[in-house]
């Protein structure tokens, strides 16, 4: 399986929802998941990307400061170069996207997807909130004019967080055994939302390449797939390590 065939289901799995410029179905549940900023920007960490015991590459997510605003990007790479990159504008202290681009290539093509988000009258958007996402497709990789390019609006439901900050804001909540949130995440480049539920489970210990790591275990439920995460108990949560079924996320560390 290549890298971008292991990436584009690595985070959530998106279940396809049919689309159309209506907010989705109503989830009571749902609310804005951010607690507290945990990380003091700018910030870096690697991972190793596992599928078993064979490595199949490196994982870097960074946070940046812009102002007001904080940037969150994400670089997956593989051995043969092929690559996933994204990064994402957001709110300094609500993590609501603003803006956001994806690319992903390997030695066939690349797959580009670029979203701004905006406040519409509800009108044109039942919550008031779009994501206009174009996609562009080159093949070869480094060509510069797109072989297709597609460009619609999709509308954002009230508490929703653009997918590729998930292993950000993950660590933005309450972390207390027991404590269960919902939320929806927007996956622009399937143009589609989801909700999501965190379930902290309980705190255990881990090993890392810096040793015996004390870590919160926290269940993603997307649809009827559950993944799991470990973060660190220390104030900065970072994530220690992640399973999402296809690839196992595991922090290199000093």
Known sequence: ????????????????????????????????????IPWSAPETHTYRLKDGDEDRGQAVLSVQQDGDRLVLAQSFRDEKNNSDESSVTVDGATLKPQSSTRTVIDSELRKLAETSYEDVETGKCSSGRIANIKQSTFEPPNDEKADSTRS???????????????????????????????????????????MVTLNVREQVTIETSAGEVDAWVVDIQADTRTQRAWFATTPDHRLLRYNNDSLVFEIEEN
């Open 1 to 36: 399986m290549t890298l971008r065939r292991l990436l584009f289901a690595a985070i959530l799995a998106p279940l396809l929802l049919a689309g159309a410029c209506k907010s989705d179905d109503a989830c009571p549940t749902c609310t804005d998941i951010v607690t507290a």
């Open 152 to 194: 619609n609006p999709l509308c954002v439901p009230e508490h929703s967080y653009d997918n590729d900050t998930s292993l950000f804001i993950w660590r933005t909540i309450k972390f207390e055994k027991g404590y269960i949130v919902s939320y929806r995440t927007v996956l622009a480049n399937r143009r589609s939302t989801q």
